[in-house]
């Protein structure tokens, strides 16, 4: 790629996968639980998060030589939460069904760890166009495996993708249904994302054993 | 067999053809190194005698599948029933109709379990482990008669990876992998696991129809303030419908006292967790007794239910005896097993009192009890030190003459 060096392209690729949020350095579990029991509302989450994280970098960035250390964490929160407001907003103007689902999990994202952590391990530090490679390569990381845990809950336990019937219809009986199959109900509680996203993690580790963990 | 074994030898595939062997013969290879201890009760050993105590709770299974089949089609035409030992129960007719229900869950219980057991025994290059024996044969008698064969495969492969290889295989396991596969069950398929019709051969299917029969337990009876038709006998001998293995607690006790006698089971789990159920049974009847509560309200059928009969009905006997006594999961120390199985027992009949949803706590009770038995070990473990450390304060050490160790001896004993 001529756009980006190799040392930016691997900001924004290590994130999803060596160095991702989720699986390797375990921030963000909370959302990662709470929303991805529907496909689309992952796939929201992860665009806002996207969004949130590339445009917070930025301004944090741009701010790191004015900000007074003692206050930084103020400073970075109100970044957070301006844009976490303007996200809210645009959802409930534009999808309202959509933010009823994701209810107050937009709002949380302000607690979401991998953004502090990102402005203070790496925006305070960096310049402005390296800043923006991380934040949207973390926040890519991060919605990676909320799309893939978001797929997997919603087919398995919904039987839909994108709230479309996959299966067949439950009710009817038709499509893989007819052969006595059903929706598993334990992939639509929270409880089962928390196994999807250990399984996630087994899979990844046994496939790079560098990251396992000496004990 | 030996010739297969050896020719295998040192190949991927090794542990699954000396798992084989190891099965059907005593194995004829002996320990080079490290410390030896000549014992007969190995792990193959201890799970051999689990599943003879289990074998009668099995076989009567089949007569009373086929038992409880024919008596609801009876009493939806009209005809009561009594039990009549050798009349209607041991017929040719129930056992073959329950042999042919229950004997396919034990088939693909064992299958799909020595399957996965394999799978990772290959993987990771370690002996097979005889741990899959009792949770095979203990699966199939804690669900209903009509659970699909297909969920049953889903559930052992989530139980026994999820339960029991994740945390490193058999012997390292956190939660009993038969409940694991249980609780998976009915979260996963709840409309399969409770309700009203699914204890009875094809209730469900007849459900709707003219040929409809009932298939309620005595106990969601109960938590609809309903009135059951079962004598106390019925209750204790097992004619009354349920998950397929749980009901009689006549034979669940004989084979309680067969693995008490033979040492495998800790008879302290299985007082202790029959007292704390007698305890929250007493609590609730003093409660309905005060009159705090009217028979309007919806626990009023669980809590006037007379505090003993709750360890005839249910799979409260049958979680006390195979599962709660899990020496893996279950509390090492002797004063934790005490807490530890009063506490299996007392929450067992607090959850099916006040939750009508789960008119079976059982297994959550013994799974919560699971999560808590290393730290009531820490506990204990940890009074003992302080009683220990208390003693040696106020003993007094003799000065160190030449003579001395055996004073020394004596006031530590003390």
């Not at chain 2, 299996?344 to 706590?361: D, L």
Request: aromatic content about 12%.
């Amino acid at each position: 790629m001529a756009l980006l060096s190799k040392k930016d392209a691997n900001l924004i690729l290590d994130p999803l996968a060596d160095n991702n949020p989720i699986t390797i350095q375990v921030l963000g579990i909370c959302s990662a639980l709470a929303i991805t029991a529907e496909l689309k509302a992952s796939l929201v989450m992860a665009i806002s998060v996207i969004f949130v994280m590339g445009v917070g970098n930025v301004v944090i960035s741009l701010l790191r030589n004015i900000i007074p250390s003692k206050i930084r964490i103020i400073v970075q929160l109100i970044v957070v939460a301006t844009l976490v407001i303007i996200v809210d907003q645009v959802l409930k103007a534009f999808a309202y069904e959509l933010s009823k689902t994701l209810a107050v999990f937009v709002g949380l994202i302000i607690t979401n760890c991998i953004i502090m952590g990102r402005f203070e391990a790496f925006a305070l530090g960096n310049g402005l166009w390296r800043s923006f490679l991380d934040g949207i390569g973390n926040a890519l990381g991060y919605g990676v495996i909320l799309i893939i845990v978001g797929f997997f809950r919603e087919l398995l336990g919904s039987g839909t993708l994108f709230g479309i019937p996959v299966l067949g219809d439950p009710i009817a009986k038709t499509g893989l249904y007819s052969t006595g199959y059903e929706n598993n109900g334990f992939m639509i509680i929270p409880p089962a994302a928390l196994i999807v996203v250990g399984v996630i993690i087994w899979v990844q580790r046994s496939r790079n054993r560098a990251l396992i963990e000496e004990n | 067999m030996h010739i297969i074994k050896h020719r295998f030898r040192g190949k991927k595939m090794a542990p699954a053809f000396n798992a084989f062997h190891t099965f059907l013969f005593t194995p004829d290879e002996t320990t080079h190194s490290g410390g030896h201890v000549r014992a007969v009760d190995d792990l193959k050993r201890t799970m051999n005698t689990v599943i003879m105590a289990l074998i009668p709770v099995l076989i009567f299974s089949f007569f009373n599948t086929g038992y409880q089949y024919y008596a609801a089609i009876d009493a939806a035409n009209g005809v009561p029933r009594t039990v009549d030992l050798f009349g209607n129960f041991l017929t040719w007719e129930n056992f073959w109709l329950g042999f042919t229900q229950v004997m396919p869950l034990v088939v693909v219980s064992y299958a799909v379990g020595l399957i996965v057991e394999f799978i990772f025994a290959v993987i990771k290059g370690h002996e097979v482990e005889e741990g899959y024996l009792v949770t095979g044969m203990l699966v199939p008698l804690i669900v209903p008669v009509d659970t699909p064969l297909w969920m049953l495969a889903v559930a052992v492969v989530f139980g026994v990876v999820i339960g029991k290889e994740v945390f490193g295989g058999t012997g390292m396991n956190i939660l009993n992998p038969a409940l694991t596969i249980r609780a998976f069950l009915f979260f996963a398929y709840p409309t399969w696991m409770s309700g009203d019709k699914v204890w009875v051969h094809q209730a469900v299917d007849r459900a709707g129809t003219p040929d409809a029969i009932s298939g309620e337990t005595i106990l969601g009876s109960l938590a609809q303030n309903a009135s059951y038709d079962y004598s106390v006998s019925d209750m204790f001998f097992g004619f009354i419908p349920g998950s397929v293995g749980e009901t009689s607690a006549f034979l669940i006790l004989i084979g309680g006292l067969f693995l008490i006698f033979s040492k495998i089971a800790s008879w302290r789990i299985m007082l202790s967790a029959v007292i704390g159920a007698l305890v929250m049974g007493l609590i609730f009847n003093g409660v309905v007794a005060q009159g705090w509560i009217g028979e309007t309200s919806s626990f009023y059928g669980l809590m006037s239910f007379e505090f003993w009969k709750h360890l005839i009905v249910g799979g409260l006997a049958f979680g006390i005896v195979y599962m709660a006594t899990d020496p893996v999961t279950g509390s090492q120390t002797n004063r934790g097993k005490w807490i530890y199985g009063f506490f299996i027992g007392f929450i067992s009949v607090m959850i099916r009192v006040f939750n009508p949803a789960y008119p079976e706590g059982v297994f959550l009770a013994i799974l919560l009890m699971n999560v808590f038995a290393p730290t009531i070990d820490h506990y204990v473990i940890q009074g003992n030190v302080k009683r220990r450390l208390k003693r040696l304060k106020t003993a007094t050490i003799l000065p160190k003459t030449t003579d001395g160790i055996a004073q020394e001896l004596q006031a530590e004993t003390a």
